[in-house]
């Protein structure tokens, strides 16, 4: 993989390309980048388990693929039960070998998502979860995304400023690097004030990407996100 041999190959200039080739000489992948890479390889596996391959013998072919979506993947933020550790792991798997590229953690009855503890750091074992799905995550080539739900309790002053930063910057210990804040499913004003949240925003993204530089863009999901709602 790379931008020089993928070019020589045909390969689209894109993040997640590859052209995998198989003729008499072998079986040939070529990845823009080597997430690209990764991705010719899920679809030679899924060639090698299909009805076609029989005694071991591949048909020729040449397949010239790349992700026309620039997010894939899964949002575990509904409520209720959140999924067991093991049941995420397969999960993360199946994302990997099916070209998925981020999973988004933020399951509304997890306390330390959401209130009432979302302030607090999650107990060992948990943090020893969490620090798990970002490595199987990173194995599959998936984005793990933490996400915050501070809204319900959260208060408009410099202690929670500061509790929201310290609580993504205890993630980041974990070897979490992307980040999402929920402020939907707010009933009442506390957490829903608008102008509020884009000047948070601001501010945690400036702390988190001045003690972690490598960290990703953060993601948001306000309180009025549909016109139903919003009156709009």
């Known amino acids: 993989f790379g931008e020089k041999t993928a070019r020589k190959n045909g390969v689209k ?22 997430k690209g890479a990764f991705y010719g390889i899920q679809t030679l ?3 090698l388990e299909s009805e076609r391959v029989q005694n071991a013998e591949i048909p020729y072919m040449c397949i010239n693929d790349w992700p026309d979506l620039k997010y894939r993947g899964v949002v575990e933020g509904f409520y209720g039960e959140p999924w067991s550790h093991e049941v995420r792991l397969s999960l993360i798997d199946f994302y990997g070998k099916y070209k998925m590229n981020c999973y988004l953690y933020g399951p509304k009855d997890d306390p330390y998502h959401s209130s009432p503890d979302w302030r607090l750091p999650y107990p060992e074992n948990e943090a020893r979860n969490i620090s798990e799905l970002v490595e199987a995550c990173r194995r599959n080539r998936v984005d793990f995304v933490w996400a915050i739900h501070p809204g319900e309790d959260i208060q408009w002053n410099e202690a929670d400023r500061t ?18 804040v929920f402020w939907d499913d707010l009933w009442n004003d506390d957490g829903s004030h608008g102008d509020e949240q884009a000047e948070l925003m601001n ?3 400036q702390e988190l990407e001045a003690a972690y530089p490598d960290v ?3 993601v948001i999901c306000p309180t009025q996100y549909n016109r139903g709602w919003a009156n709009a």
């Open 216 to 218: 990703n863009p953060l």
């Open 45 to 47: 596996r899924q060639i």
């Open 13 to 34: 200039m894109t993040t997640g390309a590859y052209v995998l080739t198989v003729d008499k000489k072998g079986v040939k992948i070529t990845g823009y980048d080597e």
């Open 163 to 180: 509790n929201i930063v310290n609580k993504l910057k205890a993630m980041c210990k974990l070897g979490v690097r992307s980040f999402a």
């Open 203 to 205: 501010y945690i993204a």
